[in-house]
């Protein structure tokens, strides 16, 4: 028989086992799972660690409540900018390349924020983590999703990846605990440094080089319409906290932001080598997993930063206790992960959503009196169970049935959804809870004002992150929970994130 008289589904079998047989050649495979999972641990403790040591941090910087969101935001708003970017780079530089690289400057600007002496010396320095981990975070994915072809290992590898996120998070709520406690708040940037360098080492040792090689022209002019847009979309949110939502400044950010990125989109149809192909993007339910990842990680962002603040400034917890008490959260949360793939995805985003803001919900009945055992940890348990349930499912569906050459940008893009998701939620959350407030919490104000005030804030803003939850789960069942489309794009992907048999 010749190769023209082969069927189209013959030679698509021929194609799967023979990218089955050169995954099961590479003795290293599960080795470089444990690398790709290290550099996933050091982004995960990072964020998690500076939730924690945010408080000591402000003191010691003297911050003011409108500007401390920017530690965080400024590490969302590079990494959300220029993701696309850097989902492209490492398509075009190969993933190995690209995952050393990004570890190495996580490193670098880790260890300049460690030795900050002022706030913008620490925004700076996280906005510099920020553009690396833009490199790093499409690289571990995409390095996921090509290393293992086969869909039982892959499936198997991606619930030790989301197993290592939830781990990470805990993790990295303890660590950045006890290192607040008992050194400060700097040793929660430094401790990136020999994590971040060790995996690089080891990452040039244990991973295939891949992807790269091919001559594609950059387009310089999407990327500045994409990373500019997303930029000053993400900057007017935070900007109207201090100046106001009817400032024209503001508006005219934000007016600016939302048509640089219409304007991207519309030149990614008309582009031969665009930053974003519409081949991923034209998906329903992958779209439908894109929103789901935004609005869920807006939540997931505003709920650690009021939680953490509350558990220290209301309940008096030290630094190591309120890490402590993020553990069921996250022990949820990796729970979750071994439903991601063996159901619709619809049948467990939605139900997850709703018992995420279940969970938020009996949180907002908190007071200065709450005991932790029964009021904050049967609160947490279905909060982090539900948004272990939605992510990881979301993260299936939006890098499934990906060929290998864009798995870079569909990893950027279902990470820039999260992150600039998380960080315009962050900036709005806090913005309106310092409005609920009526303002600051003003060092003249007796303790129990302020801690009036600061309940008020939590209250508002985690009634606002269950609205957000609801959100998402509308949208979830409007877009996930519909039939197939009748060109079979949503089953295809269904299908690549469901067990055989």
Same mark, same amino acid.
């Given at each position: 028989?010749t +190769?023209?008289e082969? +069927?189209?589904?013959?030679? &698509?079998?021929r194609?799967? &086992?023979?990218?089955?047989?050169?995954?099961? +050649?590479?003795p290293?495979?599960?080795?470089a799972?444990?690398? #790709?999972?290290?550099?996933?641990?050091?982004?995960?403790l990072?964020?998690?660690?500076?939730n924690?040591?945010?408080?000591?941090?402000?003191?010691?910087?003297?911050?003011?409540? =409108?500007?401390?969101?920017w530690?965080?935001?400024?590490?969302?708003?590079?990494?959300? =900018?220029?993701?696309?970017?850097?989902g492209?780079?490492?398509?075009?530089v190969g993933?190995?390349?690209?995952?050393?690289?990004?570890?190495?400057?996580?490193?670098a600007?880790?260890?300049a924020?460690?030795?900050?002496?002022?706030?913008a010396?620490?925004?700076a320095?996280?906005?510099?983590?920020?553009?690396f981990?833009?490199?790093?975070?499409p690289?571990?994915?995409?390095?996921?999703? *090509?290393t @293992?072809t086969d869909?039982?290992?892959?499936?198997?590898?991606?619930?030790? @990846? $989301?197993?290592?996120?939830? #781990?990470?998070s805990a993790?990295?709520?303890?660590?950045?605990?006890?290192?607040?406690?008992y050194?400060?708040?700097?040793?929660?940037?430094?401790?990136?440094?020999?994590?971040?360098?060790?995996?690089?080492?080891?990452?040039?040792?244990?991973?295939?080089?891949?992807?790269?090689?091919?001559?594609?022209?950059?387009?310089?002019i999407?990327?500045?319409?994409?990373?500019? $847009?997303?930029?000053?979309?993400?900057?007017g949110?935070?900007?109207?906290?201090?100046h106001?939502?009817?400032s024209p400044g503001?508006?005219?950010?934000?007016?600016?932001g939302?048509?640089l990125?219409?304007?991207?989109a519309?030149?990614?149809?008309?582009?031969?080598?665009p930053?974003?192909p519409?081949?991923?993007?034209?998906?329903?339910?992958?779209?439908g997993?894109?929103?789901?990842?935004?609005?869920?990680h807006a939540?997931?962002? $505003?709920?650690?930063?009021f939680l953490?603040y509350?558990?220290q400034?209301?309940?008096?917890?030290s630094?190591?206790?309120?890490?402590?008490?993020?553990?069921p959260?996250?022990?949820?949360? *990796?729970?979750? *992960?071994?439903?991601?793939?063996?159901?619709?995805?619809?049948?467990? #985003? !939605?139900?997850?959503?709703?018992?995420?803001a279940?969970?938020?919900v009996?949180l907002?009945?908190?007071?200065?009196?709450?005991?932790?055992? +029964?009021? !904050?940890?049967?609160?947490?348990?279905p909060?982090?169970?539900?948004?272990?349930?939605?992510?990881?499912?979301?993260?299936?569906?939006?890098?499934?049935g990906?060929?290998?050459r864009?798995?870079?940008r569909?990893a950027?893009?279902f990470?820039?959804?999260?992150?600039?998701?998380?960080?315009?939620?962050?900036?709005?959350?806090?913005? !309106?809870?310092v409005g609920?407030?009526?303002g600051h919490?003003?060092a003249h104000l007796?303790?129990?004002?302020?801690?009036?005030?600061?309940v008020?804030?939590?209250?508002?803003?985690?009634?606002? !992150?269950?609205?957000?939850?609801?959100?998402?789960?509308l949208?979830?069942?409007?877009?996930?929970c519909?039939?197939?489309?009748?060109?079979?794009?949503?089953s295809r992907i269904?299908?690549a994130?469901?067990?055989?048999?």
């Amino acid at each position: 028989m010749t +190769s023209s008289e082969i +069927s189209p589904d013959a030679r &698509k079998a021929r194609g799967a &086992k023979a990218a089955a047989a050169a995954t099961a +050649s590479d003795p290293l495979r599960w080795w470089a799972l444990a690398v #790709i999972a290290l550099a996933q641990l050091v982004v995960l403790l990072d964020g998690t660690i500076v939730n924690i040591a945010l408080p000591s941090a402000q003191a010691d910087l003297r911050m003011g409540d =409108g500007s401390r969101q920017w530690v965080i935001s400024a590490y969302a708003l590079a990494l959300g =900018g220029l993701l696309l970017l850097g989902g492209f780079l490492v398509d075009a530089v190969g993933r190995r390349r690209a995952f050393v690289l990004g570890l190495l400057g996580f490193a670098a600007a880790s260890a300049a924020g460690g030795s900050a002496s002022e706030p913008a010396v620490l925004f700076a320095a996280r906005a510099g983590q920020g553009a690396f981990a833009a490199l790093l975070a499409p690289a571990t994915l995409s390095l996921v999703m *090509t290393t @293992f072809t086969d869909p039982r290992e892959r499936r198997r590898a991606f619930a030790v @990846f $989301g197993t290592v996120s939830g #781990i990470g998070s805990a993790l990295g709520l303890i660590l950045g605990g006890l290192l607040t406690e008992y050194l400060n708040w700097r040793w929660c940037m430094y401790i990136n440094v020999p994590l971040a360098l060790g995996a690089a080492l080891a990452g040039m040792r244990v991973l295939r080089p891949g992807g790269g090689g091919r001559t594609v022209r950059l387009d310089v002019i999407g990327v500045l319409l994409g990373c500019s $847009g997303l930029t000053a979309v993400v900057h007017g949110f935070g900007a109207a906290e201090q100046h106001g939502w009817s400032s024209p400044g503001v508006l005219g950010v934000l007016a600016a932001g939302g048509l640089l990125v219409a304007l991207f989109a519309v030149r990614q149809r008309r582009v031969s080598h665009p930053l974003v192909p519409p081949r991923i993007v034209g998906d329903r339910q992958r779209a439908g997993a894109l929103g789901v990842a935004a609005l869920g990680h807006a939540a997931t962002f $505003g709920l650690l930063l009021f939680l953490t603040y509350y558990l220290q400034a209301v309940l008096g917890y030290s630094a190591v206790a309120a890490g402590a008490a993020f553990l069921p959260l996250t022990v949820g949360m *990796t729970l979750a *992960t071994r439903l991601a793939g063996r159901l619709a995805p619809g049948t467990v #985003i !939605v139900p997850g959503l709703l018992l995420a803001a279940s969970g938020v919900v009996l949180l907002t009945r908190l007071d200065p009196g709450s005991a932790y055992v +029964s009021q !904050v940890l049967p609160a947490l348990l279905p909060a982090g169970f539900g948004l272990g349930c939605a992510s990881m499912t979301a993260m299936t569906v939006a890098t499934g049935g990906v060929a290998a050459r864009d798995a870079g940008r569909a990893a950027a893009l279902f990470t820039t959804a999260q992150q600039v998701g998380g960080a315009v939620g962050a900036t709005v959350l806090n913005t !309106v809870a310092v409005g609920a407030a009526g303002g600051h919490l003003a060092a003249h104000l007796s303790a129990a004002a302020r801690v009036e005030a600061a309940v008020r804030q939590f209250t508002v803003a985690l009634w606002a !992150v269950a609205g957000v939850l609801l959100v998402a789960a509308l949208l979830a069942a409007a877009v996930l929970c519909r039939p197939a489309a009748a060109n079979g794009g949503v089953s295809r992907i269904a299908a690549a994130a469901r067990p055989e048999g």
